[in-house]
Protein backbone atom coordinates (compact mmCIF):
# COMPACT_ATOMS: atom_id res chain seq x y z
CA UNK A 1 0.00 0.00 0.00
CA UNK A 2 1.07 3.13 -1.17
CA UNK A 3 1.15 6.52 0.59
CA UNK A 4 -1.27 7.78 -2.15
CA UNK A 5 -3.80 5.58 -0.80
CA UNK A 6 -3.00 5.85 2.73
CA UNK A 7 -4.07 9.39 2.44
CA UNK A 8 -7.35 8.48 0.32
CA UNK A 9 -8.37 6.13 3.42
CA UNK A 10 -7.50 8.24 5.82
CA UNK A 11 -9.47 11.25 4.34
CA UNK A 12 -12.23 9.12 3.35
CA UNK A 13 -12.61 7.69 7.28
CA UNK A 14 -12.25 11.12 8.29
CA UNK A 15 -14.71 12.50 6.16
CA UNK A 16 -17.08 9.82 6.39
CA UNK A 17 -17.10 9.92 10.51
CA UNK A 18 -17.65 13.32 10.37
CA UNK A 19 -20.48 13.60 8.10
CA UNK A 20 -21.87 10.70 10.35
CA UNK A 21 -21.27 12.91 13.53
CA UNK A 22 -22.85 16.06 12.27
CA UNK A 23 -26.27 13.84 11.45
CA UNK A 24 -25.84 12.49 14.74
CA UNK A 25 -24.82 15.18 17.32
CA UNK A 26 -27.88 16.50 19.63
CA UNK A 27 -26.50 20.38 19.72
CA UNK A 28 -26.37 22.17 16.50
CA UNK A 29 -23.45 23.77 17.14
CA UNK A 30 -21.85 20.45 16.97
CA UNK A 31 -23.22 19.95 13.72
CA UNK A 32 -21.90 22.91 12.71
CA UNK A 33 -18.48 22.21 13.64
CA UNK A 34 -18.34 18.42 12.42
CA UNK A 35 -19.51 19.43 8.59
CA UNK A 36 -16.46 22.33 8.85
CA UNK A 37 -14.24 18.83 9.72
CA UNK A 38 -15.86 17.27 6.46
CA UNK A 39 -15.26 20.21 3.81
CA UNK A 40 -11.62 20.25 5.49
CA UNK A 41 -11.62 16.31 4.58
CA UNK A 42 -13.43 17.29 0.99
CA UNK A 43 -10.45 20.01 0.80
CA UNK A 44 -7.81 17.00 1.19
CA UNK A 45 -8.81 15.05 -1.11
CA UNK A 46 -9.28 17.73 -3.78
CA UNK A 47 -5.55 18.67 -2.86
CA UNK A 48 -4.73 14.72 -3.74
CA UNK A 49 -6.50 15.26 -6.98
CA UNK A 50 -4.58 18.38 -7.56
CA UNK A 51 -7.33 20.54 -7.87
CA UNK A 52 -5.90 23.36 -5.65
CA UNK A 53 -7.88 26.06 -6.92
CA UNK A 54 -10.95 24.43 -6.03
CA UNK A 55 -9.16 22.98 -2.54
CA UNK A 56 -8.43 26.72 -1.53
CA UNK A 57 -11.91 28.09 -2.98
CA UNK A 58 -13.59 25.38 -0.69
CA UNK A 59 -11.99 26.34 2.31
CA UNK A 60 -12.36 29.83 1.94
CA UNK A 61 -16.25 29.65 0.84
CA UNK A 62 -17.62 26.74 2.58
CA UNK A 63 -15.56 26.63 5.69
CA UNK A 64 -15.34 30.00 6.28
CA UNK A 65 -18.23 31.88 4.65
CA UNK A 66 -21.29 29.45 4.70
CA UNK A 67 -20.68 27.69 7.57
CA UNK A 68 -20.04 30.78 10.00
CA UNK A 69 -23.40 31.71 8.40
CA UNK A 70 -24.84 28.85 9.67
CA UNK A 71 -22.79 29.35 13.18
CA UNK A 72 -24.11 32.73 13.28
CA UNK A 73 -27.98 31.80 13.20
CA UNK A 74 -27.83 28.82 15.51
CA UNK A 75 -26.08 30.99 18.23
CA UNK A 76 -28.74 33.99 16.91
CA UNK A 77 -31.93 31.92 18.03
CA UNK A 78 -29.41 30.79 20.67
CA UNK A 79 -30.20 26.83 19.63
CA UNK A 80 -28.69 23.79 21.93
CA UNK A 81 -29.01 20.36 22.93
CA UNK A 82 -32.43 21.20 25.22
CA UNK A 83 -34.09 22.71 22.79
CA UNK A 84 -33.31 19.84 20.03
CA UNK A 85 -36.63 18.97 18.12
CA UNK A 86 -35.99 14.98 18.12
CA UNK A 87 -38.33 12.65 15.76
CA UNK A 88 -39.27 9.29 17.26
CA UNK A 89 -37.51 6.30 17.52
CA UNK A 90 -39.65 4.71 14.48
CA UNK A 91 -39.43 7.37 11.95
CA UNK A 92 -35.62 7.89 12.48
CA UNK A 93 -35.60 3.72 12.27
CA UNK A 94 -37.46 4.11 9.11
CA UNK A 95 -35.29 6.88 7.62
CA UNK A 96 -32.08 4.90 7.88
CA UNK A 97 -33.73 1.76 6.55
CA UNK A 98 -34.69 3.68 3.22
CA UNK A 99 -31.44 5.54 2.85
CA UNK A 100 -29.09 2.30 3.27
CA UNK A 101 -31.62 0.37 0.88
CA UNK A 102 -30.34 3.20 -1.47
CA UNK A 103 -26.97 2.88 -0.95
CA UNK A 104 -27.35 -0.96 -1.03
CA UNK A 105 -28.71 -0.30 -4.58
CA UNK A 106 -26.85 2.57 -6.04
CA UNK A 107 -23.57 0.30 -4.99
CA UNK A 108 -24.46 -2.93 -5.98
CA UNK A 109 -25.07 -1.38 -9.62
CA UNK A 110 -21.64 0.74 -9.73
CA UNK A 111 -19.53 -2.85 -8.54
CA UNK A 112 -20.84 -4.35 -11.96
CA UNK A 113 -19.96 -1.59 -14.31
CA UNK A 114 -16.86 -3.25 -15.85
CA UNK A 115 -14.86 -0.67 -15.96
CA UNK A 116 -10.95 -0.32 -15.24
CA UNK A 117 -10.57 3.56 -15.08
CA UNK A 118 -7.82 5.14 -12.85
CA UNK A 119 -7.64 8.82 -11.34
CA UNK A 120 -5.10 10.95 -12.10
CA UNK A 121 -3.57 11.74 -8.42
CA UNK A 122 -1.18 14.36 -7.74
CA UNK A 123 0.31 15.27 -10.97
CA UNK A 124 -1.24 17.06 -13.63
CA UNK A 125 -2.86 20.34 -14.27
CA UNK A 126 -6.34 20.56 -15.19
CA UNK A 127 -7.38 21.83 -11.76
CA UNK A 128 -4.04 24.27 -11.79
CA UNK A 129 -5.91 28.30 -11.40
CA UNK A 130 -4.49 28.94 -14.84
CA UNK A 131 -5.83 26.54 -16.91
CA UNK A 132 -8.86 26.98 -15.09
CA UNK A 133 -9.22 30.61 -15.17
CA UNK A 134 -8.67 30.46 -19.00
CA UNK A 135 -11.15 27.89 -19.47
CA UNK A 136 -13.72 29.94 -17.40
CA UNK A 137 -12.84 33.38 -19.13
CA UNK A 138 -12.74 31.82 -22.87
CA UNK A 139 -15.72 29.25 -22.89
CA UNK A 140 -17.97 30.09 -19.58
CA UNK A 141 -18.18 33.82 -19.73
CA UNK A 142 -21.49 33.99 -20.33
CA UNK A 143 -22.44 32.01 -16.84
CA UNK A 144 -19.68 33.72 -14.93
CA UNK A 145 -22.08 36.94 -15.92
CA UNK A 146 -25.19 35.39 -15.60
CA UNK A 147 -23.91 34.49 -12.09
CA UNK A 148 -23.27 37.95 -10.91
CA UNK A 149 -26.98 38.53 -11.95
CA UNK A 150 -27.99 35.46 -9.32
CA UNK A 151 -25.99 36.94 -7.04
CA UNK A 152 -27.30 40.36 -6.80
CA UNK A 153 -30.89 38.42 -6.77
CA UNK A 154 -30.05 36.60 -4.41
CA UNK A 155 -28.71 39.79 -2.14
CA UNK A 156 -31.77 41.56 -2.56
CA UNK A 157 -33.87 38.38 -1.97
CA UNK A 158 -32.30 37.72 1.40
CA UNK A 159 -32.89 41.46 2.50
CA UNK A 160 -36.22 41.57 1.63
CA UNK A 161 -37.13 38.29 3.23
CA UNK A 162 -35.30 39.00 6.31
CA UNK A 163 -36.93 42.74 6.22
CA UNK A 164 -39.02 42.99 9.83
CA UNK A 165 -42.47 43.32 8.64
CA UNK A 166 -43.41 45.93 10.24
CA UNK A 167 -46.78 46.89 9.25
CA UNK A 168 -47.97 43.28 10.08
CA UNK A 169 -46.45 43.33 13.81
CA UNK A 170 -47.82 46.53 14.70
CA UNK A 171 -51.01 46.17 13.49
CA UNK A 172 -53.62 45.60 16.45
CA UNK A 173 -55.57 42.38 16.44
CA UNK A 174 -58.96 42.59 15.33
CA UNK B 1 -6.61 4.86 -7.59
CA UNK B 2 -9.84 3.29 -9.06
CA UNK B 3 -12.53 5.89 -10.09
CA UNK B 4 -15.13 3.18 -8.18
CA UNK B 5 -13.42 4.37 -4.72
CA UNK B 6 -14.72 7.81 -5.44
CA UNK B 7 -17.73 6.68 -6.49
CA UNK B 8 -18.72 4.60 -3.47
CA UNK B 9 -17.06 7.69 -1.14
CA UNK B 10 -19.36 9.92 -3.08
CA UNK B 11 -22.65 7.92 -2.76
CA UNK B 12 -21.63 7.38 0.78
CA UNK B 13 -21.49 10.91 1.76
CA UNK B 14 -24.55 11.35 -0.48
CA UNK B 15 -26.24 8.74 1.59
CA UNK B 16 -25.84 10.51 4.92
CA UNK B 17 -27.04 13.58 3.49
CA UNK B 18 -30.17 12.03 2.32
CA UNK B 19 -30.32 9.94 6.02
CA UNK B 20 -29.90 12.96 7.64
CA UNK B 21 -32.66 15.25 5.79
CA UNK B 22 -35.18 11.84 6.66
CA UNK B 23 -34.01 11.63 10.40
CA UNK B 24 -33.80 15.29 11.66
CA UNK B 25 -36.58 17.99 12.46
CA UNK B 26 -34.38 20.84 12.41
CA UNK B 27 -34.75 23.07 9.84
CA UNK B 28 -30.91 24.29 10.04
CA UNK B 29 -29.60 20.58 10.26
CA UNK B 30 -31.83 19.53 7.02
CA UNK B 31 -30.14 22.67 5.53
CA UNK B 32 -26.68 21.08 6.31
CA UNK B 33 -27.33 17.99 5.41
CA UNK B 34 -28.43 19.26 1.59
CA UNK B 35 -24.76 21.01 1.71
CA UNK B 36 -22.99 17.92 2.50
CA UNK B 37 -24.99 16.38 -0.13
CA UNK B 38 -24.02 19.36 -2.93
CA UNK B 39 -20.17 18.75 -1.39
CA UNK B 40 -19.98 14.51 -2.58
CA UNK B 41 -21.43 15.73 -6.03
CA UNK B 42 -18.56 18.10 -5.92
CA UNK B 43 -16.22 15.73 -5.27
CA UNK B 44 -17.12 13.32 -7.76
CA UNK B 45 -16.98 15.41 -10.72
CA UNK B 46 -13.61 16.62 -9.37
CA UNK B 47 -12.50 12.84 -9.60
CA UNK B 48 -14.55 12.05 -12.95
CA UNK B 49 -12.31 15.49 -14.13
CA UNK B 50 -8.99 13.54 -13.54
CA UNK B 51 -10.47 10.09 -14.51
CA UNK B 52 -11.04 12.13 -18.16
CA UNK B 53 -7.34 13.70 -17.84
CA UNK B 54 -5.92 10.73 -18.04
CA UNK B 55 -7.31 9.86 -21.46
CA UNK B 56 -5.30 10.65 -24.56
CA UNK B 57 -7.55 12.60 -26.51
CA UNK B 58 -7.40 15.23 -23.53
CA UNK B 59 -3.97 15.61 -23.46
CA UNK B 60 -3.24 17.83 -26.16
CA UNK B 61 -5.57 20.33 -24.82
CA UNK B 62 -5.69 20.65 -20.53
CA UNK B 63 -8.78 22.86 -20.68
CA UNK B 64 -10.48 20.23 -22.02
CA UNK B 65 -10.44 18.20 -18.94
CA UNK B 66 -10.94 21.43 -16.18
CA UNK B 67 -14.58 21.93 -17.52
CA UNK B 68 -16.31 19.75 -14.67
CA UNK B 69 -14.14 21.56 -12.66
CA UNK B 70 -15.67 25.03 -13.84
CA UNK B 71 -18.76 23.15 -13.18
CA UNK B 72 -18.37 22.66 -9.26
CA UNK B 73 -17.15 26.37 -9.12
CA UNK B 74 -20.50 27.11 -10.42
CA UNK B 75 -21.98 24.94 -7.87
CA UNK B 76 -20.40 26.65 -5.05
CA UNK B 77 -21.77 29.81 -6.39
CA UNK B 78 -25.34 28.67 -6.14
CA UNK B 79 -24.16 27.07 -2.93
CA UNK B 80 -23.10 30.21 -1.58
CA UNK B 81 -26.20 32.36 -3.08
CA UNK B 82 -28.49 29.11 -2.17
CA UNK B 83 -27.55 29.58 1.77
CA UNK B 84 -28.11 33.55 2.21
CA UNK B 85 -31.81 33.15 0.76
CA UNK B 86 -32.35 30.05 2.82
CA UNK B 87 -30.75 31.20 5.85
CA UNK B 88 -33.08 34.41 5.64
CA UNK B 89 -36.15 32.22 5.22
CA UNK B 90 -35.23 29.68 8.23
CA UNK B 91 -35.23 33.07 10.14
CA UNK B 92 -38.29 34.45 9.54
CA UNK B 93 -39.92 30.97 10.07
CA UNK B 94 -37.92 31.37 13.52
CA UNK B 95 -39.73 34.96 13.98
CA UNK B 96 -43.13 33.38 13.05
CA UNK B 97 -43.65 30.48 14.88
CA UNK B 98 -40.81 30.17 17.34
CA UNK B 99 -39.29 27.28 16.77
CA UNK B 100 -36.76 25.49 13.84
CA UNK B 101 -38.68 22.46 14.15
CA UNK B 102 -40.16 22.14 10.50
CA UNK B 103 -43.13 19.73 11.89
CA UNK B 104 -44.50 23.18 13.15
CA UNK B 105 -45.17 24.27 8.86
CA UNK B 106 -48.21 21.89 8.70
CA UNK B 107 -50.01 25.02 8.36
CA UNK B 108 -50.77 24.63 4.96
CA UNK B 109 -52.75 21.41 5.51
CA UNK B 110 -55.60 22.49 7.39
Redo the contacts between chains.
Keep these: MNI ?2 LV ?1 ILL ?1 VM ?2 GS ?2 M ?2 SSKS ?1 VH ?2 LW ?1 IV ?2 FA ?1 SG ?2 IL ?3 Q ?2 AI ?2 II ?2 AG ?2 MV ?2 LF ?2 M ?2 N ?1 NAET ?4 NYR ?2 L ?3 I ?3 A ?2 LV ?2 SA ?2 K ?1 D ?7 KV ?4 LIK ?2 G ?3 F ?3 IL ?1 FEI ?1 SV ?2 L ?3 I ?3 V ?2 KKDDEVVNKPEN | ?9 S ?3 F ?6 V ?5 A ?2 I ?3 V ?2 ML ?1 AV ?2 LL ?2 F ?6 SSAVKAS ?2 Y ?3 A ?2 F ?3 I ?10 G ?6 M ?1 RNVH ?3 V ?1 FLNRLKN
Design positions: TTFSSVAIMIPSVLVFIHYLNAFLVNVYAILFVVLMLEPIKLQVGISGGLLIVVMITEQLVEMGDAGVLMNLKNYPSLFSAMGAVIG | MDIKAYIILLVLTIGIIGLVRRNIIFMCELNNLVASKMHALPGASDQIVFFMVVAAAEVSVLAIIVMYTVDN
